[in-house]
């Protein structure tokens, strides 16, 4: 059993910036993602970590977001930049072990003047 709790959402204005943080409860070594789900829309992921440090963005946040993840493999980030409305969303982690999808319930993120 994995558990996973994601951390860092809140208010912000457009242009402005969140560090998004994501506990596992023991050590994972393969990957990790973040994924969001906005109101009344579908969870679409967001960026994607590998066990060797590869990432990737979907287009709407490349070159504004950051994934990494701790050298123990307890946790993942996601540093956003450049915030914009667009954004607000619910963002989950989202952790694969033993062949199960483990998900955490997710933090609020609200881009808004």
């Known amino acids: 059993q994995v558990y996973v709790k994601e951390s860092g959402g809140g208010l912000v204005q457009p242009g402005g910036s969140l560090r998004l943080s994501c506990e596992i409860s023991r050590p994972v070594l393969g990957p990790l993602d973040w994924y969001r789900q906005a109101p009344g829309k579908q969870r679409e992921l967001v960026a994607f970590?590998?066990?060797?440090?590869?990432?990737s963005y979907t287009d709407s946040v490349k070159g504004r977001f950051t994934i990494s993840r701790a050298a123990a493999g307890n946790a993942v980030y996601l540093q956003m930049n450049s915030l914009k409305p667009d954004d607000t969303a619910d963002y989950y982690c989202n952790v694969r072990f033993n062949g199960f999808d483990y998900w955490g319930p997710g933090t609020q993120v609200t881009v808004s003047s």
């Open positions: 970590i590998s066990a060797t440090g590869s990432t």
